[in-house]
């Protein structure tokens, strides 16, 4: 089975085609570049082409399978074959499916399963990135405004803390959220 | 406590009535919060509308036909009870060409241009690289509209020139590339091909038929009839929003709201010339005042005439090549659902014709009309080449189309 993955993201690509290498008799071609997509997919003749839902190309892709006489055998959104609960698991997941007609259910469906879940996990990795990155970012920041407080009223560390530890508790905020308005009134008021 | 209801939108001039709606509270006022879910696709936005992802779209009309009739996916009942917006597009062409079919500095006279691109057209064709249009969607009225003007003009869409799909935002690429050789799609995407030096516009589709259809608010049929007092309420949310839109005082400030990241992520002097109906057709150039290039309120611009989506309907039967069918005409007919606006807007001060379905094209000069609510005048409707759609006669009007 040949299998086209069409991802503006080589890196989600590469976790994707990845995933599919497990399941047997599965060839994997993978493309990242827009131009020329159509000529591609020509080239590489697919059986199932997967594509994430971001990408703007799918409604060039859509027209090609529509109305193009390259191909031999049709292809359409695997809509058509499939049962709701993995086409709502698959828009859910952020990746559509085209396959060609005749293709049995039960090869499409475990490769389905595959894509979504690595559409899932790829999603999450990059909300655990984001969020690793945020909290990095706060605890710059806390680190910031107890310099400030300890240069600006010569405070020691864990007094200079508890101060905006208390001033979240008393305000309902978090501590970050403190510490960033210390930075801000500090950088307004000329401070570095 | 507000009733949710989440709509998705293409980032594009034409998806301001839903946005402005939210911005300026006229939703809150109703008893709405609405939730927008941008999308970079019509296959996306339709996909979220089939799966319930989203309540209601902002789409392409012809695509809420062909969803409806099962053309290149399964049958799914879509309705339509609000035009979002008439028109709004335009026809930018790759310089060399622009220069050579173009009136420079204004707009030209879309049979003359039509005439000078059909001699482009057969020198391309005997040189065996015919010419390539890009238009944003198989069933969108940009290409409707295209290919209408084309074959009134002698050139034969898909024998003398190609036409192929390229998503708005690579369209100013496209056009750089020599990928196409001319684009139709709506703003801010011509202007930016204008800005970048990678084309000229040559056409407003508002010169090919002054009022034409161009992108609706589509709901799955059975959600329609579901959340059918939520949407009565966005529809008059969306009267004011088209009210606010047209008001040159508010302009600027729309632009600024259209402009943000989480909307159209785009330039605001751009977006404000659409809205004030400016085109730029070359870069460094005058701008030129296009009146009603976008047209989104006056004479009940939003009433979801039955006619019109019939007219769609007859050009997806001559560009689809498939067989007139009086029951699909029908059912395309009833996509469009003006019970539905009449019934959110009886009472308001929004005007409301009479009839549901008029001729096309048949309006030439200023004509107030029977109306039920409200007074109306309707200016010109007319198509380019003064040909009439009149839907009583449809089978006669596709015959008569080459």
Redesign the interface.
């Known amino acids: 089975m040949r299998i086209a993955i069409v991802d503006e993201s080589a890196a989600r690509a590469s976790v994707i085609r990845e995933g599919l290498a497990s399941l047997d008799d599965c060839e994997i071609f993978v493309v990242t570049e827009r131009r020329g997509l159509v000529a591609q997919i020509g080239e590489i003749a697919p059986d199932i082409v997967l594509m994430d839902l971001g990408n703007p190309s799918r409604d060039v892709l859509e027209e090609y399978f529509a109305v193009s006489r390259a191909l031999a055998r049709p292809i359409a959104m695997f809509v058509d074959e499939s049962d709701d609960e993995s086409i709502a698991a698959s828009i859910d997941a952020g990746v559509s499916a085209y396959v060609v007609d005749g293709l049995a259910a039960g090869r499409i469906k475990p490769l389905i399963d595959v894509a979504v879940r690595r559409f899932n996990a790829f999603a999450r990795l990059q909300s655990d990135l984001a969020e690793a990155r945020g909290a990095l970012a706060e605890r710059e920041t806390i680190d910031k405004a107890k310099r400030i407080l300890m240069d600006s009223r010569g405070l020691p560390e864990p007094k200079a803390y508890a101060e905006m530890r208390k001033a979240a508790m008393d305000q309902g905020r978090k501590i970050a959220e403190i510490a960033d308005a210390i930075v801000t009134a500090h950088k307004l008021m000329g401070g570095k | 406590m507000a009733e949710e209801l989440t709509i998705g939108f293409l980032p594009l001039v034409d998806g301001c009535l839903p946005i402005l709606a939210r911005e300026h509270g006229f939703a809150e006022d109703e008893g709405l919060s609405l939730d927008l879910v941008k999308?970079?696709?019509?296959?996306?936005v339709l996909?979220?509308l089939l799966?319930?992802?989203s309540d209601a779209a902002h789409m392409v009309a012809p695509l809420a036909i062909a969803t409806t009739l099962g053309r290149?996916?399964?049958a799914q009942p879509l309705s339509v009870p609000f035009v979002l917006g008439l028109n709004g597009n335009a026809i930018t062409l790759r310089s060399d060409i622009a220069e050579r079919v173009g009136t420079k500095g204004k707009l030209g006279d879309p049979a003359a241009v039509g005439a000078a691109l059909a001699e482009v057209v057969r020198e391309r064709e005997s040189a065996g690289k015919p010419m390539r249009f890009g238009v944003?969607?198989?069933y969108s009225s940009h290409n409707y509209m295209l290919r209408y003007w084309l074959a009134a003009c002698g050139i034969r869409p898909d024998r003398d020139v190609e036409i192929?799909?390229?998503?708005?935002?690579?369209c100013a690429d496209a056009l750089e590339?020599g990928?196409v050789d001319g684009i139709c799609v709506g703003e801010p995407w011509n202007s930016v091909a204008v800005e970048r030096g990678a084309g000229q516009i040559v056409l407003a589709t508002a010169q090919i038929w002054r009022r034409g259809v161009e992108k609706v608010l589509a709901l799955r049929e059975p959600v329609l009839t579901e959340k059918r007092g939520a949407v009565e309420r966005l529809i008059r949310a969306m009267c004011r929003a088209g009210k606010h839109f047209v008001d040159p005082a508010n302009w600027e400030a729309n632009a600024a709201i259209l402009a943000r990241a989480e909307y159209l992520d785009g330039d605001p002097v751009l977006i404000r010339r659409a809205i004030a109906d400016q085109l730029l057709l070359t870069r460094g150039d005058k701008l030129v005042h296009f009146p009603d290039f976008m047209f989104q309120y006056r004479e009940a611009a939003n009433f979801p005439w039955v006619s019109q989506a019939q007219w769609l309907y007859t050009q997806m039967v001559r560009w689809d090549g498939i067989a007139f069918d009086s029951a699909d005409a029908q059912k395309a007919g009833r996509v469009f659902r003006p019970d539905i606006y009449r019934s959110a807007l009886i009472g308001t001060g929004e005007p409301l014709p009479g009839a549901s379905s008029k001729v096309e094209g048949s309006v030439s000069q200023k004509t107030s009309v029977t109306t039920q609510q409200g007074t109306m005048t309707l200016e010109s409707n007319r198509f380019f080449d003064g040909r009439v759609f009149d839907p009583t006669h449809l089978a006669e009007y596709i015959a008569d189309l080459d």
Not at chain 2, 39 to 44: G, K, L, R, Y
Not at chain 2, 164 to 170: G, K, L
């Open positions: 999308d970079v696709s019509w296959a996306t996909d979220r799966y319930g992802h290149g996916r399964p944003v969607h198989r192929t799909t390229v998503p708005p935002p690579f590339a990928e």
